[in-house]
């Protein structure tokens, strides 16, 4: 994410919901493909952000995640049991310098639409 004139507040650094947009999307990426991969129609929802601000954003801050195997295996049990699955995705900001920013947290729900358990 960019730190430009749009996203910065008051306080010369990103604003956190510039930073809660950056770090859903790193996870949500990853649930889409997993989804797109699944060959039957999944509904997915954000159930719940938990998240953590350790520096001011200042720089350029990228988002990871690196839990797409775990995303790829909740979807695949609720393809083949019908039931909703969770999962809690991590997302890590850092900036330029590569110091951790901010952490996030975001608690995903998987469901095969039209499935009844």
Not at 58 to 86: P, Y
Request: proline share 3%; with cysteine.
């Amino acid at each position: 994410m960019p730190h430009k004139y749009l996203n910065k507040n008051p306080f010369k650094s990103m604003y956190f919901a510039t930073q809660s947009m950056a770090a859903e999307l790193a996870t949500g990426i990853l649930a889409m493909a997993a989804v797109k991969d699944a060959g039957v129609p999944v509904s997915m929802l954000v159930l719940q952000m938990k998240s953590s601000f350790h520096k001011k954003a200042i720089t350029k801050i990228v988002f990871s995640c690196t839990d797409g195997q775990a995303i790829e295996n909740a979807i695949k049990q609720a393809v083949e049991d019908g039931e909703g699955h969770t999962i809690i995705a991590k997302s890590i900001g850092k900036n330029t310098e590569g110091q951790v920013v901010s952490e996030f947290e975001f608690t995903w729900t998987f469901k095969a639409k039209g499935m009844r358990a």
